[in-house]
C-alpha cells in the first residue's frame, strides 16, 4: 500500500503566505498606531491569520505565550509593560 504525502498546513502555502505578509503589515502598523503589542497566530481550520491585542508582557498566559508577538518600532511609544525594552 503506498504512503499518502503528509498534508501542508495552509499557513505554509503560498496563499498562507501571502495572507500572513498582509496580516503581518496590519499587525505593525496597529502596534505603531496603539503602542500596544500585537499578537499574531495562524487559523488553519478557517484558513485565517488572528491578530490580537496583547496584555502587559507580565499578565500573558496560555495562547499569548504562543502566538508571534509584533511590537511597536518607535520606543518612544511603547506603553509600560509593552515592547522589546519590558
Known amino acids: 500500500m503506498a504512503r499518502r504525502s503528509p498534508k501542508v498546513p495552509w499557513s505554509q502555502t503560498q496563499e498562507g503566505v501571502t495572507a500572513y505578509e498582509i496580516a503581518r503589515a496590519n499587525a505593525q502598523r496597529l502596534a ?8 499574531l497566530e495562524a487559523n488553519d481550520l478557517f484558513r485565517e491569520w488572528r491578530t490580537m491585542a496583547l496584555p502587559r508582557r507580565e499578565n500573558r498566559r496560555g495562547f499569548e505565550l504562543q502566538c508571534e508577538v509584533v511590537s511597536c518600532e518607535s520606543l518612544d511609544r511603547c506603553q509600560p509593560g509593552h515592547g522589546p525594552r519590558s
Open 32 to 39: 505603531n498606531e496603539s503602542g500596544f503589542d500585537i499578537g
